[in-house]
């Protein structure tokens, strides 16, 4: 596979780290990873990790089934409120197995001109730049959001694959299967060529309104790919920023491009610990109830045996 290395500019390379704010960063939270048929997910923009403070408003929902069929979710199955936008849209016909669900691209643009030795920024694209104005910056992002929804019960849920267009997580682990002191494999990819070298950063938040939540940093390596040792369970947020660069032109802005991936880890299960403290119990009864009956029974026979006497 050939690897594609321009020119980025990168999230920091942040050790794991109290971090009281993300800046309105966007994040796409599921209502569950495992359903029947109903997808549901939950877009904002935020100051604190998976607690809303802006709409991310409906800039396009969509599903990718797992053989690799992609829809547009209707607009009629999406709510903007104040904090939160809110998408519930039940399958008609689901396939069992893990569906990607994306909200975006979210597009924006931002310019800036030097007049009369000031410098002005707008993000309205259709102000326009005053005569004898230097234009310093013209830019355009696009930020889209990924999660994945496993429907159904299949033994072996299979992920969609890559589009193989824009800026893309491409899970190597499944993102619904990720259990504590397992790690999370994926590769980066842009337009489908491996992102070399290219920092990824890792978000969790244990969601306790606090606000608190911390950020760590993994690598890309030269096929693109990146893993994650998975610490502690709970929810966390993937994210990474890749640019295009180039000279600046009025007709043409420099096109950025920022993606997350919002997945779930869970606690090793508890059943076989459960079973084991059961069984001791129960031998544990065993024993006592062994005990009492063989006390019963001593009782008994030295009754028989004053009586003789």
């Not at 604190?48 to 829809?71: I, Q, R, V």
């Not at 890309?220 to 998975?230: C, F, Q, V």
């Not at 869970?266 to 459960?274: L, M």
């Amino acid at each position: 596979m050939q690897r594609f290395k321009p020119k980025t500019f990168l999230l920091p390379a942040l050790a794991a780290f109290c971090m009281p704010a993300l800046a309105h960063s966007p994040y796409l939270l599921p209502g569950n990873v495992k359903t029947r048929s109903v997808l549901s997910v939950e877009a904002a923009l935020t100051d604190n990790l998976f607690l809303p403070d802006m709409a991310y408003g409906n800039h396009g929902f969509s599903f990718t089934t797992p053989s690799g069929k992609t829809e547009k979710i209707p607009d009629e199955a999406v709510f903007t409120l104040p904090t939160r936008t809110i998408m519930e849209y039940k399958l008609t016909d689901p396939e069992a197995g893990t569906y990607r669900v994306t909200a975006g691209p979210r597009i924006s643009q931002s310019r800036s001109w030097e007049i009369n030795g000031e410098t002005k920024r707008s993000r309205d694209p259709n102000e326009a730049i005053p005569e004898g104005a230097v234009l310093k910056s013209n830019s355009e992002s696009h930020a889209s959001l990924d999660v994945y929804i496993t429907v159904g019960k299949a033994e072996t849920p299979s992920i969609p694959k890559a589009s193989g267009q824009g800026l893309e997580f491409v899970p190597i682990t499944h993102p619904n299967q990720l259990t504590v002191a397992g790690v999370f494999e994926f590769v980066v990819q842009f337009n489908g060529k491996p992102l070399a070298g290219h920092d990824v950063s890792i978000s969790y938040s244990n969601r306790d309104y606090s606000g608190k939540s911390s950020r760590a940093s993994v690598k890309t390596d030269a096929s693109g790919k990146a893993r994650y040792k998975l610490d502690k369970p709970g929810l966390y947020m993937a994210s990474v920023r890749f640019s295009e660069e180039g000279a600046v032109s009025a007709d043409k802005p420099n096109l950025s491009y920022s993606k997350t991936l919002t997945f779930n880890v869970t606690a090793p299960s508890e059943s076989a610990k459960g079973e084991g403290r059961a069984e001791g119990q129960g031998r544990g009864q065993g024993g006592r109830e062994g005990g009492q009956r063989g006390e019963r029974g001593e009782g008994r026979g030295e009754g028989r045996m004053q009586r003789q006497q």
